[in-house]
Each structure stands twice: as C-alpha cells, then as structure tokens.
C-alpha cells in the first residue's frame, strides 16, 4: 500500500540522519546536529513524515469500526519500546536520557486520536491551530519537568530526542484529515489500488509494514559497527 511506501521512505531518510548522527558522535565527521540549519529542518521534515502517517493510518484503521485487539497490541509494544528507549538512552546518555521522545509521543498521540477519528474539518482546523500555536508560543510555566511533554518550553530541554504534544499532535491531526480526504470524502481509484512492484518500492513497503521493529533495531546496530571501527583505527 502507497502508506507503507511512503512510512518505508521516511524509515531511509532516518536511516541516513541517524548514522550521520553516530558517524559525528564516534568522530568519523564534524557536524552540529543541535544548531545547523539543514540538520534541524531535515529532522522536522522525516518527524513530520512519520506523525502525519501515524493521522493517515489511525484513520484508515477506524474507517470500517474500532478494532480492539491490534490497536491494544501495537500500543502496548509503544509503551514496551519507549520504555526500552527511555532506559537505553539513560545508560548510553545519562542526563540526557529519551523522556519524551517520538515512541512516547506516537503512544499518547495514538490514545489521543481516537477521540478526533470521527471528525473531518475540525481535524484540519485544529491541526493547524496547533501546529501554529507550538511554533509561536512560549511560556516559562511549561519549562517545569512536568509540563516539558507538553511543548511550548522557551528552550529545548536537554534530552537526545524529544517530540513533545504541542506541535505534533496537530501534525497528526493533518493526517487524520488526509486520510479521510484522500481514502474516504474523495477516494482516489489509483490510490485504492496501487500496489507496490518494483524492486525498490517493494523493498520500501517491507521497511514500512515494519517501522516499529527496524526503529528499535537499526540504531543499536549503527553503534555496536562504529564502535568497533573506531577501536580497529584507534
């Protein structure tokens, strides 16, 4: 499906922002991830890829009726990876350990966007205002440990991902209206239909149909074979 291509795509270009990341972290190249431009803006667009894909399959998954068991299922393999992410991250980081990052944020977004699966325009009205509302305001209030989920902070808090609810939730709900336009008010035959072929739209769908697995997988690896190239140099 045209979804999974298009999740198998963003899963490349993470591929290719992650092992730039490791190859900086073990000092292969010199590149500041936290202040350049391209890196910064290439990181918002593979996070907005994955977000508004999560909108476009919530709706796609509730358009025929809510199905407890794989809902229930993939959530808890969330919760289970973020988990794992926040306990990995504080061993490899410590200070800078994954609180919220976007396993955290596609576990709350994926509770959350079943109360808006039902709506059509007010999922783009809102998502925008959302959108809008993360990128323009700030508050020291929302600095607070507890509130740092929330987004809206007047500095990025010291952590090595973070995905916090405000602007992306609204980049969620974008999807979700997507979806809807796209497979429900306006379905498009060749969209209904396609079906990947060729070998690189193939390979792209496999990645996609398993996002959750590679993610969890492919940093480890990037690390564990860098680390070992770094002592064969050293």
């Known amino acids: 499906m045209i979804i999974d291509v298009l999740r198998g795509l963003a899963i490349a270009m993470?591929?290719?922002?992650?092992?730039?990341?490791?190859?900086?972290?073990?000092?292969?190249?010199v590149e500041d991830f936290y202040r350049d431009p391209f890196w910064l803006y290439y990181r918002s667009l593979i996070v907005s890829l994955f977000l508004g894909l999560v909108g476009v399959s919530l709706s796609l998954a509730t358009r025929n009726g809510f199905k407890p068991k794989p809902y229930f299922r993939r959530l808890g393999m969330l919760v289970g990876f973020a988990a794992l992410v926040s306990i990995g991250s504080y061993i490899q980081f410590a200070d800078r350990f994954i609180f919220f990052g976007i396993l955290h944020f596609i576990a709350?977004?994926?509770?959350?966007g079943l109360i808006f699966v039902r709506f059509y325009w007010t999922n783009f009205?809102?998502?925008?205002?959302?959108?809008?509302?993360?990128?323009v305001f700030q508050h020291p209030s929302f600095n607070h440990p507890l509130l740092q989920w929330l987004g809206m902070m007047t500095h990025k808090p010291f952590t090595e991902d973070y995905v916090p609810l405000l602007p992306w939730f609204g980049v969620v709900l974008l999807g979700i209206f997507i979806g809807k336009?796209?497979?429900?008010?306006?379905p498009q035959a060749w969209l209904l239909n396609w079906r990947s072929t060729d070998p690189l739209s193939r390979t792209l769908s496999f990645a996609g149909k398993h996002s959750l697995i590679i993610y969890m997988l492919h940093q480890p690896v990037f690390m564990s074979l860098l680390y070992l190239l770094s002592l064969n140099l050293a």
Request: glycine content about 8%; hydrophobic content about 60%.
């Open 14 to 29: 993470m591929f290719h922002y992650h092992f730039s990341f490791d190859l900086n972290h073990f000092g292969f190249i």
């Open 108 to 112: 709350v977004a994926s509770v959350l």
């Open 125 to 135: 009205i809102l998502g925008a205002t959302l959108v809008i509302l993360g990128n």
């Open 181 to 186: 336009l796209v497979f429900e008010k306006h």
